[in-house]
């Protein structure tokens, strides 16, 4: 049986019919082609498929795409503005907050929530909120540096 | 990584889904947060037939209080109960808890009656409320029944609740004046399990000495345990080092630590012990106030 799903991402509406235990990630990806949500573990530890929906991360491999009907989601690919980075797009490119990449979509989207509701972040929030995605290879600190970078200048 | 395929029914109102697992009993799973659950099916160690949608149910959703009891809908958010005041004033031991519950993109999900139907001992949130002696109101077709906190978790990942049955509501009792909570747990990692965790309230008369203490833990055996023999023996007294420490020891023979990857059973006991003095102390403390 399949389900009508009419869900708003990046602001374009889309409607399609899927199966039930179609994955928010694999819909993302295989069905809107959208693949800048990358997909890790697929049990929610990782935090590499993280994306806003309704302004809030959450892991699209722990919802079924029937579940985003009516809803809006933002994905990494919605973050930028006509071609321009956001700052905190702009911060991880300026200090080296990525490596391979792989985590990056992820921590970007959980972080644009975090730096939304917490616009003067100490070192120590950054990285509670960075605590549920994981990066194998820098470390930690340059994701740090780049959101206390956004922050810095988003003040502004 | 793939869920096996299930009917998919996006409940519109409680009765809908309560007729639903009345028809469908064990084969049917209600899907709240589905922080626990998607897991379990995109592992296919769960694979129910039919899933019963109760996102859409905000009827379930919600934290009142009348002075006596603070009442919370089970389909409440970890995200909305960490910023609800009434839970920051009237119910501190969950309040404390819930930043050490997984990561924030997991609490924007997660709702505390999934938490609680999961029953995975390891988690904070049944431990609390079991330490707060809460009710847990169930409905299903037939009717509605309360379940007393410490009837509520049968096993591992196992409830009182029968097949047709939804936990709707938690009830937890407000705690008298003069009373302080503490609730500490050790992880290997921030979000992680905790590898011991309790939840601790204390109570004081006139005189400062205990007139009620409350202690329970997880990690600590097939449920949430409570220690009542440590608990029942501060009572009339003060907390102090010596008192706290007596009372740790007593509740490390309470718990029934199975040990695991990351902590063996002797190590787990003696977090414990450690934290049970520790959060005696900063509860006395906080009742004090």
Do not use: W
Request: hydrophobic share 40%; net charge neutral; glycine share 8%.
């Amino acid at each position: 049986m399949s389900h009508k799903v009419s869900v708003t991402v990046n602001g374009t509406a889309h409607t399609h019919e899927v199966e039930a235990r179609l994955l928010l990630s694999d819909f993302l990806r295989h069905t809107l082609g959208l693949t800048g949500t990358h997909v890790g573990c697929e049990h929610g530890v990782c935090g590499a498929c993280t994306i806003l929906l309704d302004g809030l991360p959450v892991r699209s491999c722990l919802m079924f795409a029937p579940q985003v009907n009516g809803k809006a989601i933002t994905t990494v690919e919605g973050l930028a503005t006509d071609g321009t980075l956001s700052p905190l797009q702009e911060a991880f490119r300026d200090t080296h907050g990525l490596q391979c990449g792989y985590c990056t979509p992820g921590i970007l989207t959980t972080m644009t929530a975090f730096l939304a509701e917490t616009p003067n972040p100490s070192e120590e929030d950054i990285r509670e909120a960075l605590s549920g995605n994981l990066c194998r290879c820098t470390g930690y600190q340059h994701i740090v540096d780049a959101v206390t970078l956004a922050a810095e200048r988003m003040a502004k | 990584m793939k869920p096996a395929p299930f009917r998919y029914v996006a409940a519109t109102s409680i009765e809908e889904a309560l007729a639903l697992k009345a028809e469908h009993g064990d084969e049917a799973k209600f899907l709240a947060g589905g922080q626990s659950l998607v897991p379990a099916m995109n592992f296919r160690m769960a694979q129910p037939a039919v899933l019963i949608d109760l996102n859409g149910l905000n009827v379930l959703a919600y934290v009142k209080a009348d002075g006596k009891t603070v009442r919370i809908g089970a389909l409440t958010r970890y995200r909305t109960l960490q910023r609800n005041s009434t839970i920051a004033g009237q119910a501190t031991l969950m309040a404390e808890a819930l930043p050490e519950v997984a990561h924030p993109a997991i609490r924007n999900r997660g709702t505390l009656g999934g938490n609680l139907s999961h029953a995975d001992p390891a988690s904070e949130l049944p431990a609390v409320v079991l330490a707060l002696g809460g009710t847990l109101h169930a409905r299903s077709k037939k009717g509605a029944r309360t379940i007393a906190a410490k009837d509520f978790f049968a096993g591992v990942l196992t409830t009182a609740l029968a097949a047709e049955e939804l936990l709707t509501e938690i009830e937890l009792p407000v705690l008298p004046a003069r009373s302080g909570t503490s609730f500490i747990e050790v992880a290997r990692r921030r979000g992680d399990y905790a590898m011991m965790g309790v939840a601790c309230t204390v109570t004081l008369d006139a005189n400062d000495a205990c007139s009620d203490v409350r202690l329970a833990y997880c990690n600590a055996g097939e449920t949430p345990v409570a220690a009542p023999r440590a608990a029942q023996a501060l009572q009339g007294q003060r907390i102090d080092e010596s008192t706290a420490r007596a009372a740790a020891e007593t509740a490390k023979s309470e718990i029934r630590p199975f040990g695991n990857v990351h902590a063996s059973a002797a190590y787990q006991r003696h977090l414990a012990g450690v934290l049970t003095r520790r959060a005696l102390l900063a509860a006395y403390g906080r009742a004090r106030l």
